[in-house]
Nanobody, 116 residues
């Protein structure tokens, strides 16, 4: 059974940092491309950043460039999202997404709130 579990969401002040994690099971992690999406209240879910099975990274969200970084630990079946210089507009539920040979899978999300 496929399972993706995000963690690390929290309330943080503007300018702060957070590191989100997504632990996965139920598929061969090394063959999966991993993505982070986010969805702010009243807005559509948007793709933030991705990392391929070979470690190639692409930042889709312009506002994330230079602030967000993605990494993967294939030994631990985990992908991380490091977020720095957080802004109130980064407030959203952040979702982990796996693209595997057998299909696409989602986690349940973790809440990030940036507020003073």
């Amino acid at each position: 059974q496929v399972h993706l579990a995000e963690s690390g969401g929290d309330l943080v002040q503007p300018g702060g940092s957070l590191r989100l994690s997504c632990a996965v099971s139920g598929f061969t992690f090394g063959l999966a491309a991993m993505r982070w999406y986010r969805q702010a209240p009243g807005k559509e879910r948007e793709l933030v950043i991705s990392i391929s099975s070979t470690g190639a990274i692409f930042v889709y969200l312009a506002s994330a460039k230079g602030r967000f970084a993605i990494s993967r630990d294939d030994a631990k079946n985990t992908v991380h999202l490091q977020m720095n210089s957080l802004k109130p507009e980064d407030t959203a539920v952040y979702y982990c997404n796996a693209i595997t040979p057998s299909g696409a899978y989602w986690g349940q999300g973790t809440q990030v709130t940036v507020s003073s």
